[in-house]
Protein backbone atom coordinates (compact mmCIF):
# COMPACT_ATOMS: atom_id res chain seq x y z
CA UNK A 1 0.00 0.00 0.00
CA UNK A 2 1.46 3.08 -1.29
CA UNK A 3 1.27 6.20 1.46
CA UNK A 4 0.62 8.73 -1.72
CA UNK A 5 -2.09 6.52 -2.69
CA UNK A 6 -3.88 6.83 1.13
CA UNK A 7 -2.69 10.25 1.02
CA UNK A 8 -4.71 10.89 -2.30
CA UNK A 9 -7.87 8.93 -0.81
CA UNK A 10 -7.62 11.41 2.49
CA UNK A 11 -7.67 14.35 -0.10
CA UNK A 12 -10.45 13.41 -2.50
CA UNK A 13 -12.76 12.19 0.89
CA UNK A 14 -12.16 15.69 2.26
CA UNK A 15 -12.35 17.50 -0.53
CA UNK A 16 -15.99 15.72 -1.45
CA UNK A 17 -14.85 14.65 -5.29
CA UNK A 18 -11.89 13.55 -7.36
CA UNK A 19 -12.07 17.06 -9.52
CA UNK A 20 -11.67 19.34 -6.21
CA UNK A 21 -8.91 16.84 -4.85
CA UNK A 22 -7.24 16.53 -8.00
CA UNK A 23 -6.97 20.93 -7.48
CA UNK A 24 -5.77 20.34 -4.04
CA UNK A 25 -3.05 18.26 -5.02
CA UNK A 26 -1.84 20.39 -8.02
CA UNK A 27 -2.68 16.59 -9.75
CA UNK A 28 -4.43 15.51 -13.05
CA UNK A 29 -7.90 14.12 -12.70
CA UNK A 30 -6.56 10.84 -13.73
CA UNK A 31 -3.76 10.44 -12.10
CA UNK A 32 -6.25 10.64 -8.56
CA UNK A 33 -8.04 8.35 -10.27
CA UNK A 34 -5.17 5.72 -11.01
CA UNK A 35 -4.15 6.20 -7.65
CA UNK A 36 -7.31 5.79 -5.87
CA UNK A 37 -8.38 2.42 -8.16
CA UNK A 38 -4.84 1.22 -7.13
CA UNK A 39 -5.53 1.50 -3.63
CA UNK A 40 -9.25 -0.08 -4.16
CA UNK A 41 -7.70 -3.37 -5.79
CA UNK A 42 -4.33 -3.45 -2.53
CA UNK A 43 -7.29 -3.47 0.17
CA UNK A 44 -10.08 -5.56 -2.13
CA UNK A 45 -12.74 -3.09 -1.46
CA UNK A 46 -14.62 -0.17 -3.04
CA UNK A 47 -13.97 3.10 -1.50
CA UNK A 48 -15.60 5.39 -3.27
CA UNK A 49 -19.18 4.60 -4.83
CA UNK A 50 -19.17 6.92 -8.00
CA UNK A 51 -21.99 8.53 -10.09
CA UNK A 52 -22.84 10.95 -12.69
CA UNK A 53 -22.70 13.21 -9.60
CA UNK A 54 -19.59 13.01 -8.19
CA UNK A 55 -18.20 10.14 -5.78
CA UNK A 56 -19.20 9.30 -2.46
CA UNK A 57 -17.64 7.51 0.39
CA UNK A 58 -18.64 4.08 0.79
CA UNK A 59 -18.86 2.52 4.37
CA UNK A 60 -15.27 0.98 3.93
CA UNK A 61 -14.07 4.52 2.81
CA UNK A 62 -15.61 5.99 5.93
CA UNK A 63 -13.72 3.70 8.46
CA UNK A 64 -10.76 3.72 6.01
CA UNK A 65 -10.60 7.78 5.93
CA UNK A 66 -9.70 8.78 9.69
CA UNK A 67 -7.12 5.93 9.82
CA UNK A 68 -5.70 6.93 6.48
CA UNK A 69 -5.50 10.15 7.57
CA UNK A 70 -3.55 9.24 11.06
CA UNK A 71 -1.07 7.04 8.97
CA UNK A 72 -0.39 10.36 6.71
CA UNK A 73 0.33 12.07 9.87
CA UNK A 74 2.58 10.09 11.26
CA UNK A 75 4.54 9.92 8.08
CA UNK A 76 4.90 13.23 8.06
CA UNK A 77 6.09 13.52 11.77
CA UNK A 78 8.35 11.34 11.40
CA UNK A 79 9.67 12.20 7.95
CA UNK A 80 9.70 15.60 9.61
CA UNK A 81 12.31 13.99 12.33
CA UNK A 82 14.61 12.33 10.61
CA UNK A 83 15.27 14.50 7.57
CA UNK A 84 18.19 16.62 7.80
CA UNK A 85 17.27 20.25 9.93
CA UNK A 86 17.79 22.32 6.75
CA UNK A 87 15.77 20.21 4.33
CA UNK A 88 11.80 20.28 3.83
CA UNK A 89 10.04 17.80 1.48
CA UNK A 90 6.19 17.08 0.57
CA UNK A 91 4.04 20.21 -0.25
CA UNK A 92 2.63 23.23 1.39
CA UNK A 93 -0.60 24.86 0.62
CA UNK A 94 -0.98 28.60 1.26
CA UNK A 95 -3.82 30.89 0.82
CA UNK A 96 -2.95 34.28 0.46
CA UNK A 97 -4.90 37.51 0.32
CA UNK A 98 -5.29 38.71 -3.30
CA UNK A 99 -4.57 42.43 -2.24
CA UNK A 100 -0.87 43.11 -0.97
CA UNK A 101 -0.51 39.08 -1.74
CA UNK A 102 2.01 39.00 -5.17
CA UNK A 103 3.64 42.51 -4.24
CA UNK A 104 4.31 41.92 -0.64
CA UNK A 105 4.38 38.10 0.04
CA UNK A 106 5.22 36.07 -3.48
CA UNK A 107 8.54 36.91 -2.98
CA UNK A 108 8.54 35.28 0.23
CA UNK A 109 7.11 31.82 -1.32
CA UNK A 110 9.93 32.34 -4.12
CA UNK A 111 13.01 32.62 -1.92
CA UNK A 112 11.75 29.34 0.37
CA UNK A 113 10.84 27.06 -2.70
CA UNK A 114 14.91 28.41 -4.08
CA UNK A 115 16.42 26.86 -0.07
CA UNK A 116 14.42 24.51 -0.17
CA UNK A 117 14.60 22.45 -3.70
CA UNK A 118 12.37 19.10 -3.09
CA UNK A 119 9.19 21.14 -1.51
CA UNK A 120 6.09 21.34 -3.13
CA UNK A 121 4.59 25.33 -2.54
CA UNK A 122 1.25 25.74 -3.91
CA UNK A 123 -0.19 29.34 -2.87
CA UNK A 124 -3.87 30.57 -3.81
CA UNK A 125 -4.37 34.22 -4.34
CA UNK A 126 -7.76 35.57 -3.55
CA UNK A 127 -9.14 38.22 -1.16
CA UNK A 128 -12.09 35.86 0.29
CA UNK A 129 -11.70 33.73 3.80
CA UNK A 130 -10.91 29.77 2.27
CA UNK A 131 -11.76 27.29 4.61
CA UNK A 132 -8.35 25.84 5.74
CA UNK A 133 -9.45 22.69 6.88
CA UNK A 134 -12.27 21.91 4.31
CA UNK A 135 -10.16 23.15 1.50
CA UNK A 136 -6.75 21.29 2.87
CA UNK A 137 -4.86 24.22 3.22
CA UNK A 138 -1.63 24.43 5.34
CA UNK A 139 -1.90 28.11 6.48
CA UNK A 140 -3.46 31.32 5.40
CA UNK A 141 -2.32 34.74 6.04
CA UNK A 142 -4.51 36.95 7.01
CA UNK A 143 -4.83 41.19 7.18
CA UNK A 144 -6.36 43.29 9.69
CA UNK A 145 -8.21 42.39 13.24
CA UNK A 146 -9.18 38.91 13.55
CA UNK A 147 -12.38 37.85 15.04
CA UNK A 148 -12.65 34.63 17.35
CA UNK A 149 -12.51 31.04 15.72
CA UNK A 150 -10.29 27.77 16.66
CA UNK A 151 -7.92 28.40 14.30
CA UNK A 152 -4.82 29.68 15.72
CA UNK A 153 -2.97 32.57 15.06
CA UNK A 154 0.44 33.81 14.89
CA UNK A 155 1.35 37.61 14.35
CA UNK A 156 3.53 38.85 11.77
CA UNK A 157 4.19 41.84 12.17
CA UNK A 158 1.88 45.58 12.00
CA UNK A 159 0.35 47.24 9.08
CA UNK A 160 -0.97 50.46 9.08
CA UNK A 161 -4.48 52.04 7.47
CA UNK A 162 -5.70 55.20 6.86
CA UNK A 163 -9.17 56.61 6.38
CA UNK A 164 -9.49 58.29 3.03
CA UNK A 165 -11.82 60.40 1.05
CA UNK A 166 -11.84 61.91 -2.17
CA UNK A 167 -11.75 65.78 -2.22
CA UNK A 168 -14.87 65.96 -4.52
CA UNK A 169 -16.42 63.57 -1.92
CA UNK A 170 -15.38 65.83 1.07
CA UNK A 171 -16.54 68.84 -0.98
CA UNK A 172 -20.29 67.64 -1.63
CA UNK A 173 -20.87 65.55 1.63
CA UNK A 174 -18.38 67.45 4.67
CA UNK A 175 -15.62 65.22 6.33
CA UNK A 176 -16.53 63.57 9.74
CA UNK A 177 -14.72 65.05 12.63
CA UNK A 178 -15.87 62.19 14.95
CA UNK A 179 -16.89 58.74 14.98
CA UNK A 180 -20.44 58.91 15.45
CA UNK A 181 -20.37 61.35 12.63
CA UNK A 182 -18.75 59.04 10.35
CA UNK A 183 -22.53 56.68 10.64
CA UNK A 184 -23.95 59.75 8.55
CA UNK A 185 -21.12 58.65 5.52
CA UNK A 186 -21.36 56.19 2.65
CA UNK A 187 -18.50 53.66 4.30
CA UNK A 188 -16.73 51.28 1.16
CA UNK A 189 -15.99 48.08 2.69
CA UNK A 190 -15.27 44.69 1.64
CA UNK A 191 -18.07 43.12 3.68
CA UNK A 192 -19.92 43.62 7.08
CA UNK A 193 -16.49 44.75 8.91
CA UNK A 194 -16.08 47.17 12.10
CA UNK A 195 -13.78 50.02 11.99
CA UNK A 196 -11.57 50.14 15.42
CA UNK A 197 -10.50 53.82 15.90
CA UNK A 198 -8.62 55.26 18.78
CA UNK A 199 -9.89 58.14 21.02
CA UNK A 200 -7.45 59.13 23.26
CA UNK A 201 -6.21 55.60 25.26
CA UNK A 202 -9.58 54.32 24.23
CA UNK A 203 -10.68 51.89 21.58
CA UNK A 204 -14.01 52.85 19.71
CA UNK A 205 -15.39 50.30 17.66
CA UNK A 206 -17.96 50.84 14.81
CA UNK A 207 -19.94 49.56 12.29
CA UNK A 208 -19.86 51.63 8.92
CA UNK A 209 -22.68 51.34 6.17
CA UNK A 210 -22.61 51.83 2.73
CA UNK A 211 -23.72 51.03 -0.67
CA UNK A 212 -20.51 49.84 -2.39
CA UNK A 213 -18.50 46.62 -1.18
CA UNK A 214 -16.07 44.51 -2.79
CA UNK A 215 -13.67 42.03 -1.49
CA UNK A 216 -10.48 43.46 -2.94
CA UNK A 217 -8.61 46.72 -1.67
CA UNK A 218 -7.60 47.69 -4.73
CA UNK A 219 -11.28 48.03 -6.56
CA UNK A 220 -12.10 49.82 -2.90
CA UNK A 221 -9.28 52.26 -4.05
CA UNK A 222 -11.04 52.93 -7.30
CA UNK A 223 -14.20 53.58 -5.50
CA UNK A 224 -12.56 56.09 -3.19
CA UNK A 225 -11.30 58.09 -5.93
CA UNK A 226 -14.23 58.13 -8.27
CA UNK A 227 -15.44 60.27 -4.96
CA UNK A 228 -18.42 57.19 -3.80
CA UNK A 229 -17.67 57.23 -0.30
CA UNK A 230 -14.42 56.92 2.69
CA UNK A 231 -12.34 54.20 2.85
CA UNK A 232 -10.10 52.61 5.40
CA UNK A 233 -7.66 51.17 3.44
CA UNK A 234 -3.92 50.20 3.89
CA UNK A 235 -1.02 52.80 3.71
CA UNK A 236 0.42 50.85 0.76
CA UNK A 237 -2.57 51.15 -1.57
CA UNK A 238 -3.12 54.74 -1.03
CA UNK A 239 0.61 56.43 -0.88
CA UNK A 240 0.52 57.82 -4.34
CA UNK A 241 -2.40 59.01 -4.19
CA UNK A 242 -2.19 60.66 -0.75
CA UNK A 243 0.99 62.06 -2.33
CA UNK A 244 -0.90 63.81 -5.04
CA UNK A 245 -3.89 64.67 -3.48
CA UNK A 246 -6.24 61.95 -5.34
CA UNK A 247 -7.52 60.97 -1.96
CA UNK A 248 -6.91 63.11 1.44
CA UNK A 249 -7.16 61.79 5.17
CA UNK A 250 -10.02 62.08 7.05
CA UNK A 251 -10.76 62.29 10.94
CA UNK A 252 -7.27 62.35 11.77
CA UNK A 253 -8.31 63.00 15.26
CA UNK A 254 -9.25 59.23 15.36
CA UNK A 255 -6.64 57.55 14.20
CA UNK A 256 -7.71 53.67 13.16
CA UNK A 257 -6.39 50.94 15.37
CA UNK A 258 -3.09 49.34 13.59
CA UNK A 259 -3.91 46.21 12.25
CA UNK A 260 -1.81 43.03 11.84
CA UNK A 261 -0.33 40.58 9.24
CA UNK A 262 -1.20 36.73 10.65
CA UNK A 263 -0.37 33.18 9.80
CA UNK A 264 -3.07 31.40 11.00
CA UNK A 265 -3.38 27.45 10.63
CA UNK A 266 -5.61 24.27 11.44
CA UNK A 267 -5.76 23.85 15.27
CA UNK A 268 -3.04 21.34 16.54
CA UNK A 269 -0.62 21.14 19.26
CA UNK A 270 2.56 22.18 17.27
CA UNK A 271 2.86 23.50 13.54
CA UNK A 272 5.00 21.61 10.96
CA UNK A 273 8.38 22.67 10.29
CA UNK A 274 7.52 23.62 7.08
CA UNK A 275 4.31 25.95 8.56
CA UNK A 276 7.50 27.18 11.17
CA UNK A 277 9.84 28.18 8.69
CA UNK A 278 7.60 30.01 6.63
CA UNK A 279 6.59 32.03 9.74
CA UNK A 280 10.11 32.91 10.61
CA UNK A 281 10.63 34.08 6.66
CA UNK A 282 7.80 35.94 6.88
CA UNK A 283 8.73 37.34 10.63
CA UNK A 284 12.77 38.25 9.20
CA UNK A 285 10.79 40.17 6.08
CA UNK A 286 8.00 42.51 7.84
CA UNK A 287 9.60 43.17 11.22
CA UNK A 288 7.99 42.00 14.47
CA UNK A 289 7.69 38.47 16.32
CA UNK A 290 5.03 37.76 18.61
CA UNK A 291 3.75 34.56 20.70
CA UNK A 292 0.81 33.04 19.43
CA UNK A 293 -2.41 35.28 19.68
CA UNK A 294 -5.83 33.97 20.73
CA UNK A 295 -7.63 32.84 17.44
CA UNK A 296 -8.46 34.01 13.97
CA UNK A 297 -11.08 33.70 11.48
CA UNK A 298 -12.31 30.92 10.05
Not at 80 to 97: D, F, H, N, T, Y
Request: charged letters at 20%; a neutral charge.
Amino acid sequence: MDIEDLRTFVEVADAGGLTSAARRLGLSKSIVSRRLARLEQDLGVQLLARSTRGAALTEAGVTLRDHAARACAEVDAAREAILPEGELRGRLRVAVPLTFGPTHFAHVFAEMARRHPHLHIHTSYSDRFVDLIAEGYDCAIRLGHLPDSNLIARRIGPIHGTLVASPDYIAEHGAPETPDALIAHQALMQGTESWQFLDGGTTVTLRPQGRFKADNGTALVAAALAGLGIAYLPEGLIREHLASGALVPVMTRHPIRPAGIYVVRPPGQHPTRKVRILIEMLIACFGTASDVVGTAPE
